[in-house]
């Protein structure tokens, strides 16, 4: 069983839709937890970064950890074809640690 | 956020030559970088973590004569793909961490790698 593991999608939504993108965990050590966006043949781009447990808000994106359930979620709010990418989850156990990424889910907003 | 360059963002080159790719992080110091390569439609790949001024540390399956990890400096980290074979053809893209804060990793743009 992986680490991490993610939703493997893929997620097709109208415009305007509210997205959630999910992962689980496995490790209890992760405290460190990341999104990213990829868009077709380019690197990866951070999004939102989490430290423990909670949520955090930037614009459109929400992003939530639930540690008790080892589960984070990523919430889109009000979809735009431009969102449409895949989004990879990343999480970490100390601050110096290796990264574990999930294995990505490709959204797809539909105008 | 941090900023992460690459290049070259793609190379076609004959089998049994070698590539050279550079990671540059360009407003930060990063005493470690990461290498990944990425098949289409395919998760990241991590082929091994680069510490300044030490050896790289391979992942279990990823040839180290192979792909040959270089970094010199605090915001220079080089791949070499030696003796480059079709197989090799993939899309590689290095991460630098940042040290300050969070510690969170930034990704390059990628190299597209094209082996005839």
């Known amino acids: 069983q992986k680490e991490v593991e993610q939703d493997p999608g893929p997620l097709s939504v109208p415009e305007g839709a509210i997205v959630s993108l999910n992962c689980t965990y496995s490790?209890?050590?992760?405290?460190?937890f990341m999104w990213y966006r990829q868009y077709s043949r380019k690197g990866p781009e951070l999004l939102m970064y989490?430290?423990?447990?909670g949520n955090k808000e930037d614009g459109r994106f929400t992003a939530q950890v639930d540690k008790s359930s080892k589960y984070i979620s990523l919430f889109i709010r009000d979809s735009q074809p431009s969102d449409s990418a895949t989004y990879l989850c990343a999480m970490r156990g100390t601050n110096a640690g290796k990264s574990t990424f999930g294995d990505g889910t490709t959204l797809t907003v539909k105008p | 956020g941090a900023v992460v360059s690459q290049h070259p963002s793609w190379v076609i080159c004959k089998s049994g030559t070698s590539v050279k790719i550079e990671c540059r992080s360009l407003d930060f110091q990063a005493t470690t970088m990461f290498w990944y390569r990425q098949f289409p439609k395919q998760s990241l790949m991590l082929m091994a973590t680069?510490?300044?001024?030490?050896?790289?540390?391979?992942e279990q399956g990823v040839e180290k004569d192979k792909f040959l990890i270089n970094h010199a400096s605090l915001t220079l980290s080089t791949l070499t793909v030696t003796s480059a074979h079709p197989e090799d053809s993939s899309f590689y893209i290095c991460?630098?961490?940042?040290?300050?804060?969070?510690?969170?990793?930034?990704f390059g743009p990628g190299t597209r790698l094209l082996v005839l």
């Open positions: 490790n209890s050590a992760f405290q460190y």
């Open positions: 680069s510490n300044e001024g030490s050896k790289a540390t391979y």
């Open positions: 991460s630098a961490r940042d040290p300050q804060g969070s510690g969170t990793q930034y």
């Open positions: 989490t430290y423990s447990s």
